[in-house]
């Protein structure tokens, strides 16, 4: 039976799953019967789930319908009938010992546990064992039944103990290739909360600082896509340790020249970077304007929608994010600086300009990224670089 990420059930082999007509009722009550078939559950709390807000007569005998067609539906499935399968005594039901479960949820807290209890060199493969049985959250389209939300933040937990002390024990073995590996699955198993930073690791560690590079931007744009935010302070921690570490051999000038000259995307229009490129291009403009040599302002543009406020969530929103970027790149110069901040929204460093010119820019995107009469919109923040709390201007863009 499995419970992470999906449920399904099998019977040698053979998925065993009810009529379209009574698939949900057959489902929940499996679910919970199969799950507590230890400690049994309480009949009140199955018809809850069972018949959820449904006003029944007679709830009772509801549940002992479900309760019969299931019993034919496993029996059809070439389960021994002589089993009964799930019994009913002092108000509970129960998963008949006749028939034993296996069921992925139940192996990950014996893999657990057991992980606890072994010698320390067998420690390791344990917690493993118990990282890789983890595959999604529990039930997780059935996080609207209280039963359901509470275990799958309890085996959430228990995933999130397993990798960390999993990945203490590589540390210490200094197996930065499991580290990778581990921190890779649990970044792919549940998504956005911050595992990356163990690959992260992994690959500062043992010296591989070019595929750091490129792991840190390839994160830094799925944040910002799925969720409209930047990854952890400690991914950003990683990249200046990264940025400390990263040495080359003896060159000449003219050899370094030519590297450094290799941009491989070249496009007309602004230079599109990720966020620490672009904040360590502002730190250097911040030092450049002091002197009095550089005018810089920096402008932040949102996509609102009629009435001025920030567009919600989703693939409107991202559809949205790419036109302004593209709109931004076309209307700036190839001398000033982008950067995608989240959904809906862009950073721009304007160099060598004025406020007027800030204007001129502004009209620039609002007309590349109108299309027809549409009423969404560019709402658009402007500030000098040259103090560290300049002026504020806000323009509508309307």
């Given amino acids: 039976m499995q419970m992470f ?9 053979r998925k065993v799953t009810a009529g379209k007509a009574k698939e949900s009722q057959f489902t929940y009550l499996m679910q919970m019967v ?29 549940l002992r319908s479900v309760i019969y067609n299931a019993r034919k539906k496993l029996a059809a499935a070439g389960m021994p009938e002589g089993s009964g399968f799930i019994q009913q005594r002092d108000g509970r039901c129960y998963w008949t010992r006749e028939i034993p479960v296996v069921e992925d949820a139940w192996e990950m807290e014996r893999l657990a546990r057991e992980a606890e209890e072994e010698e320390p060199g067998r420690r390791l493969s344990r917690y493993l064992e118990a990282c890789h049985t983890y595959t999604g959250d529990f039930l997780s389209a059935q996080n609207s039944a209280v039963w359901a939300a509470q275990e799958a933040r309890r085996y959430h937990g228990l995933f999130c103990t397993c990798v960390e002390r999993a990945a203490q024990l590589l540390r210490d073995a200094e197996d930065y290739d499991g580290l990778w590996e581990l921190g890779i699955y649990a970044a792919k198993t549940d998504p956005l909360a911050d595992w990356e930073t163990l690959a992260m690791e992994a690959l500062v560690a043992s010296g591989r600082h070019l595929e750091a590079r490129k792991f840190y931007n390839n994160t830094l744009e799925f944040y910002l896509r799925e969720q409209g935010f930047t990854p952890s302070q400690k991914m950003h921690d990683m990249v200046h340790k990264l940025s400390e570490k990263m040495e080359h051999s003896y060159g000449v000038l003219d050899e370094i020249q030519r590297e450094l000259s290799q941009e491989k995307e070249l496009y007309p229009g602004g230079y599109l970077c990720p966020y620490p490129v672009f904040l360590g291009i502002y ?9 009095g040599g550089q005018s810089v302002y920096l402008m932040l543009c949102t996509v609102v ?39 809906g929204q862009y950073l721009v460093l304007l160099v060598n300009t004025t406020r007027e010119d800030c204007k001129v820019v502004q009209r620039r995107i609002t007309q590349n990224f109108t299309v027809n009469r549409q009423r969404i919109s560019v709402q658009f923040h402007v500030s000098s670089v040259e103090r560290r709390l300049g002026e504020v201007l806000d323009f509508s863009g309307k």
């Fill in 34 to 62: 199969l799950h507590y078939r230890r400690e049994g559950v309480p009949r009140e709390e199955i018809k809850a789930v069972v018949f959820e807000e449904r006003d029944l007569e007679n709830a009772n005998h509801a």
């Fill in 283 to 291: 730190h250097m403009m911040q030092r450049m304007s002091e002197r």
């Fill in 305 to 343: 929608d009629s009435k001025g406020n920030p567009m919600g969530e989703g693939a409107k929103l991202e559809e949205l994010s790419v036109r302004l970027g593209e709109a931004i790149r076309c209307a700036v110069r190839r001398s000033d600086v982008i950067n995608r901040y989240g959904r």
């Fill in 5 to 13: 990420g999906g449920f399904s059930m099998e019977w040698n082999g």
